[in-house]
């Protein structure tokens, strides 16, 4: 099963926001932060109740920005795939067949031009896009690779959602808990 049927993606800091996760009906979550023992709970309860999990292996305590991080994931943590900004990790984690997620940042040109060449090279599961205010860069993002977008950052309205679900995301990552169980299944 593709882990974005439900096109939004919980990102979520306070791992006390498992426990309302697990009654909506999203299919994936962003575990942003915590340590390696809480993310490894959280996973677990998580994945009891069909989602999806991802691991932000940049942001979480207790593990480096290593192969060794990526590894811990899959064989400790159980997650489903990293989230990471690191391109050595995206290849790594496909060598372990772990789904990955290359996160971009839209700050300027030069970040959008090397981020294509990035995803491109490096050959993600999916890509995020951040600040997910920007839709029609989606679409331009859309335009250049292959891999299915998820975008987020500063997303707090459904409509907001909907453009950039329109634009040519599959998914819409956030922390706003009242989009959390908004939409239909797609």
């Given at each position: 099963m593709h882990p974005f049927i439900y096109p939004i993606v919980p990102a979520i800091r306070n791992l006390k926001m498992v426990e309302k996760?697990?009654?909506?009906?999203?299919?994936?979550v962003f575990?942003?932060?915590?340590?390696?023992?809480?993310?490894?709970r959280a996973c677990k309860k998580l994945k009891?109740?069909?989602k999806f999990v991802f691991v932000h292996v940049d942001l979480v305590e207790g593990i480096g920005k290593d192969k060794a991080s990526v590894k811990?994931?899959?064989?400790?943590v159980g997650a489903d795939g990293i989230i990471t900004t690191r391109s050595n990790l995206i290849d790594f984690a496909r060598k372990l067949d772990l789904m990955a997620i290359q996160r971009i940042f839209l700050i300027d040109s030069k970040a959008f031009q090397t981020g294509i060449e990035q995803v491109k090279k490096h050959k993600a599961n999916f890509v995020e896009v951040l600040p997910g205010l920007i839709?029609?860069?989606?679409r331009k993002i859309k335009e250049e690779i292959v891999q299915p977008i998820i975008s987020g950052g500063l997303v707090t309205t459904k409509e907001?959602?909907?453009l950039l679900l329109e634009n040519g995301a599959?998914?819409?990552s956030t922390s706003c808990e009242k989009l959390w169980d908004e939409f239909e299944l797609i």
């Open positions: 996760i697990i009654s909506t009906q999203v299919s994936s575990l942003l932060e915590g340590d390696i023992f809480e993310i490894k009891e109740h069909g811990l994931v899959k064989e400790f839709p029609e860069l989606v907001q959602a909907k599959i998914g819409v």
